[in-house]
């Protein structure tokens, strides 16, 4: 497969404000706040209002390879070097769900040790940059206007549907078509994805949610098996049984084996083909192929320690936008997220009465 003569050049005309966008922005984030209060009287205990449910929480290291082509070595890739890393894996939903339940999968990736001043203001001086990703390479509501009105059926259904009505609410955080019916919610616009097939979680491919910049250009991040033993893994489908049944696979893969993945970047060449303001359109590869950046390195560990559950679910905090402002992440779906997650992060922590830490150091991580 052949690269792409020239890729896309950042400027800040590659994003375009969307009609009402803050308005929308606004009334979204309100949305999932009521919800997340929701869910917290359903347990007494505050959780994520994306991704809830940890399945492992992993210690690693990010190996930058080096002489990478001058379109890759960009932003924190400029310079082989190696990082320590932390890693989440998680499902979609805003909820604790039995993994019986088919979702999308998250990948979480925090990368300590990168110098440089930050994208948000008040963690300017830290030295994290972090990468959410999904088993997907599209979200179905991709644009602020979707995701806002997908928002607001949702919690309706929440606010009137039995406990029986929710747990059919969730699949890759959009609305299945029995909810909707059940609480006589018309079904404007069609927000429904068949479910994610039960592929083994650590055979899977994960991408950014939407673009990112990427330094001097426009890009996708993502993350794919290398090691042998988890490329056996890709399309493995696994019968789940167990509510538990994601963190015991991952606890005991890693309890005597590591495994290695690939960092990698798709750059967009074409704006009319691979778009930033619509996030439900796949870049196609064809045009565009995915280029190494370097290995994530995991060595065999305990994933779920009690210690890490709880700093994972209620200490540690991800964020696209916990990164340098070359890596800032792009359109309305990811600028809606700047004030969601700090919502999210702010009511977490408060309600949990746990400190928010930025971690400076692995060692930060319990064993």
Not at 128 to 137: E, K
Not at 233 to 254: H, N, S, Y
Not at 340 to 359: C, D, G, I, K, V
């Amino acid at each position: 497969m052949s690269l792409p003569t020239a890729y896309v050049r950042y400027t800040d005309d590659v994003e375009e404000i969307q009609p009402n966008e803050d308005q929308l922005i606004t009334e979204t984030v309100e949305s999932m706040a009521r919800i997340n209060r929701f869910v917290f009287e359903q347990n007494r205990h505050a959780v994520r209002d994306a991704h809830a449910k940890t399945h492992g929480i992993l210690r690693g290291e990010l190996h930058v390879y080096p002489n990478l082509a001058a379109h890759l070595a960009q932003g924190m890739f400029q310079e082989p070097k190696t990082y320590p890393v932390i890693l989440r894996l998680s499902s979609a939903p805003n909820t604790i769900d039995p993994d019986t339940q088919p979702s999308v999968k998250g990948l979480a990736v925090k990368i300590i040790g990168v110098a440089g001043q930050k994208f948000l203001p008040d963690q300017a001086d830290e030295v994290t940059q972090d990468f959410l990703l999904v088993n997907d390479t599209i979200i179905p509501t991709g644009d602020i206007k979707s995701y806002h009105d997908m928002q607001l059926r949702q919690e309706k259904v929440i606010a009137n549907a039995p406990e029986v009505v929710t747990s059919l609410i969730t699949q890759a955080g959009t609305l299945v078509n029995q909810a909707l019916d059940a609480v006589g919610i018309k079904k404007e616009v069609p927000l429904v994805v068949p479910p994610h097939p039960n592929n083994h979680i650590l055979g899977e491919t994960f991408t950014t949610l939407g673009a990112i910049r990427f330094g001097e250009y426009v890009a996708k991040i993502g993350v794919a098996p290398l090691s042998g033993n988890v490329q056996a893994l890709a399309g493995e489908q696994v019968k789940i049984t167990e509510a538990g049944g994601w963190r015991d696979l991952v606890v005991d893969f890693f309890r005597t084996q590591g495994a290695e993945y690939e960092l990698r970047a798709q750059l967009c060449s074409d704006l009319a083909t691979m778009p930033v303001e619509d996030a439900s359109v796949d870049w196609p590869q064809d045009q565009s192929p995915y280029q190494t950046l370097g290995k994530i390195v995991i060595p065999a560990q305990d994933t779920f320690s009690p210690a890490r559950r709880v700093f994972a679910e209620d200490v540690l905090s991800f964020n696209p936008f916990h990164c340098l402002p070359e890596h800032r992440p792009l359109g309305s779906i990811n600028r809606a997220r700047i004030k969601a997650y700090e919502t999210s992060t702010a009511y977490r922590h408060h309600m949990n009465a746990q400190p928010r830490l930025e971690p400076r150091d692995i060692n930060q991580l319990p064993n």
